[in-house]
């Protein structure tokens, strides 16, 4: 199974009957192909959507009906549109339950770095930093290094999306959560042990005695 | 509300002006009405809107004909041609978080001065701004925004000037068809008076200046 794969079928645990989720751009993109059975999800899309659907069969593309990210997609039956004051009104109001990201950076803190590398990549915040602001539970998704490098680190050096630090960080290899401010190590992928998890962390993780196996969900339903 | 010719339309907007437009990476903007200011080559101006579009759609097109001075918006990550004006010193980006961009249009609309958010609060964002802290929050003053001119794309406008959108087409337009001095319309149908219910009139006709003529 590939980083991706894994890092979404893991977080697509998360998931709950009822919720209104926001998913970035990336790996996020993933969890809305392994929504667990029996659980029914709305997803928003900022630019204007719950009920954001797959990709349309070739020639059904509607040229008003797209992502944030300016893909084309479907809206589901039931799907609402709105505006963008109504939509970062649902984000910044606590209404969206939980977002998932990706992230360039986490510190020990649980501080998020995901919108810019400066002299490299100024893309522009978009809705990121409203989005871990205000969403009720902010999970990041992302490959535990880039080029070697730890993306864990002691303290972010790229410029932060927020203050607020995020709930959850899950890589291909480990899960973890930040109690007490905290980078605390909960579970780790199949396969993985512990020992790889720190030699592959470039800063102090906490282990908790009852570190476990990622729970993922088992299958794609698309 | 008056109706006019596109070519009219596009002249009555200024070098050197504020213009805010609809649309999410050119979906939702009014395409008639950037063509002609690009025919025209209306310069120097300050755009407002949620990002640059990809070159040669949407704003993009604006981009790529070196007419904005100064880009207020999110995102410009899918036009790199954005990205290299900002860099050689041809356009001035101010890159604001896509919440705190609508609502402070929203705010200008609306009659308020601005807007208090936690959004961008010890962050890049904050710097030159200042802060409040109320009942032990620190939120970010972020002031009004309004334009001189908001040119509105809209899926139908009937007669009066009653306008709807679709689906995610929808994104700045009715909150900056609030925000500007004057609002100029362009409709993919113009429909009779009576066909849009009240129930589903996104803008309000009083609300809308000019609307481009097909």
Redesign the interface.
């Known amino acids: 199974m590939d980083a991706p794969t894994l890092i979404a079928r893991r977080i697509a645990q998360e998931l709950r009957d009822g919720m209104l989720v926001n998913l970035g751009i990336g790996i996020p993109t993933l969890v809305a192909n392994y929504v667990p059975a029996g659980v029914q999800v709305f997803f928003q899309s900022e630019n204007g959507l719950i009920g954001t659907g797959p990709v349309p069969e070739e020639g059904m593309r509607q040229g008003r009906l797209t992502d944030a990210g300016g893909r084309a997609v479907t809206a589901l039956p039931g799907a609402a549109t709105f505006d963008s004051a109504m939509s970062f009104g649902l984000i910044r109001g606590g209404h969206v339950d939980m977002t998932v990201l990706g992230g360039l950076e986490v510190d020990v803190t649980g501080r998020l770095a995901n919108w810019t590398i400066p002299g490299k990549m100024v893309p522009g915040m978009g809705g990121a930093m409203d989005l871990v602001s205000g969403a009720r539970r902010v999970v990041i998704a992302m490959q535990h290094c880039a080029k070697g490098k730890s993306k864990i680190v002691p303290r972010c050096r790229l410029p932060l999306t927020s203050v607020r630090a995020v709930d959850l960080v899950v890589t291909e290899l480990a899960v973890i959560a930040f109690p007490d401010g905290r980078a605390t190590l909960l579970e780790v992928a199949p396969g993985v042990a512990v020992a790889d998890v720190l030699a592959a962390t470039g800063a102090p993780l906490i282990v908790r005695d009852d570190v476990h196996p990622m729970p993922l969900t088992s299958e794609a339903i698309s | 509300m008056k109706t006019i010719a596109l070519e009219q339309a596009a002249a009555l907007i200024p070098d050197g002006t504020s213009v805010m437009i609809g649309g999410?990476?050119?979906?939702?903007t009014p395409e008639r009405l950037i063509d002609e200011l690009v025919r025209r080559g209306t310069g120097g101006l300050t755009v407002i809107a949620?990002?640059t579009a990809?070159p040669g759609v949407g704003i993009g097109k604006l981009m790529r004909a070196g007419l904005v001075r100064r880009a207020v918006?999110?995102?410009?990550?899918?036009n790199p041609e954005t990205?290299q004006q900002?860099i050689a010193g041809k356009t001035d980006?101010d890159?604001v978080?896509?919440?705190?961009l609508?609502?402070r249009?929203?705010a200008g609309g609306c009659g308020l001065g601005g807007v208090l958010?936690?959004?961008?609060?010890?962050?890049?964002?904050e710097k030159g701004k200042r802060t409040i802290t109320l009942d032990g929050t620190t939120y970010l003053v972020e002031p009004a925004l309004r334009a001189d001119f908001a040119l509105v794309s809209a899926?139908l406008a009937d007669y009066l000037g009653n306008l709807t959108?679709?689906?995610?087409?929808?994104?700045?337009?009715?909150?900056i068809a609030m925000a500007a001095d004057a609002v100029i319309v362009d409709a993919e149908h113009i429909v009779p008076t009576g066909v849009i219910p009240p129930d589903h009139v996104?803008t309000p006709a009083p609300l809308v200046d000019y609307l481009v003529a097909h």
Do not use: C, K, W
């Not at chain 2, 999410?24 to 939702?28: A, I, L, W």
């Open positions: 999410f990476m050119g979906v939702g949620n990002d990809m918006v999110s995102h410009i990550g899918l990205q900002m980006v890159l978080p896509q919440g705190t609508i609502e249009i929203r958010t936690e959004t961008g609060v010890g962050t890049v964002v899926f959108y679709a689906l995610t087409a929808r994104n700045f337009n009715p909150v996104m």
